[in-house]
């Protein structure tokens, strides 16, 4: 695929909200194995949140671009030797899913910073390649995240299957938006539901979607390493 500009992906996720009866979602620009300076490229446009997958690539790109004063969101998966440096150096962690994690970013989320925003990942189609909590852990996982003073829950994050069946991708998305609702009933501060990529944002919105993550129509093909 190959990126499209800044202000054409902005009209089309517009465009998909508009016709859904939806607001506007969030464009978080997916920005993994990307160098620093498409980040700083597209930061030139007006973008400002960035999403990472690997919290070590991310922070070279963090320190690099710090001056920037862009908004960083770890959407891969945290293993919890990483948790320190995460809850260090990131705005966001879309992909809290275990209680071990919330204890170790909230021990480490440094007394000089916001507290962390933090998303729990939801695994809603129960397979056994992603990582996420079942539908049935996030109230537990929200209270947790609830109860700790350095970090300030928001949401729901999830990578639904690509099933072929459209029906049933959207039963996936709308099973994550009444989720969501539950939880916002709960914890009234919540108001982020991550979920769509450059494939699938129409669908996600629809169902709706507060943020959606894009790299690939952004960016075009992803770089590989050498």
């Known amino acids: 695929m190959s990126a499209l500009p800044l202000p054409t ?9 508009t016709a859904a ?15 620093a300076a498409a980040v700083a490229a597209l930061a030139a446009q007006g973008q400002r949140a960035f999403g990472e997958n690997y919290v070590q690539e991310a922070v070279a790109k963090i320190e690099a671009l710090r001056a920037l ?10 293993q919890s030797n990483k948790a320190e440096l995460a809850a260090q150096q990131f705005d966001w962690v879309q992909s809290v899913d275990r209680p071990k994690l919330v ?16 998303l729990i990942q939801v695994n809603i189609d129960d397979e056994d390649s992603k990582h996420g909590c079942r539908p049935e852990a996030v109230p537990a ?22 099933w072929p069946d459209p029906a049933r ?8 938006y009444g989720l969501f609702q539950a939880l916002a009933v709960a914890h009234p501060q919540v108001d982020t ?4 990529m450059s494939g699938d944002y129409p669908e996600a919105i629809a169902q709706g979607a507060t943020m959606v993550r894009i790299g690939t129509a952004l960016f075009g093909a992803r770089a590989r390493p050498a």
């Open 141 to 162: 996982l929200a209270a947790a995240i609830a109860a700790q003073p350095r970090l300030q829950l928001r949401g729901l994050m999830a990578i639904p299957a690509p």
């Open 103 to 118: 204890a170790a970013l909230a021990a480490h989320r440094p007394a000089a910073l916001a507290p962390l925003n933090v």
């Open 193 to 196: 539901l991550s979920m769509g």
């Open 9 to 17: 992906i902005l009209l089309n996720l517009h465009n998909a909200a």
């Open 69 to 78: 004063g862009l908004e960083w969101h770890l959407i891969g998966h945290l």
């Open 169 to 176: 991708r959207q039963q996936a998305l709308a099973r994550m």
């Open 21 to 35: 009866g939806r607001p506007d979602p969030r464009l978080l620009a997916v920005s993994k194995t990307q160098p």
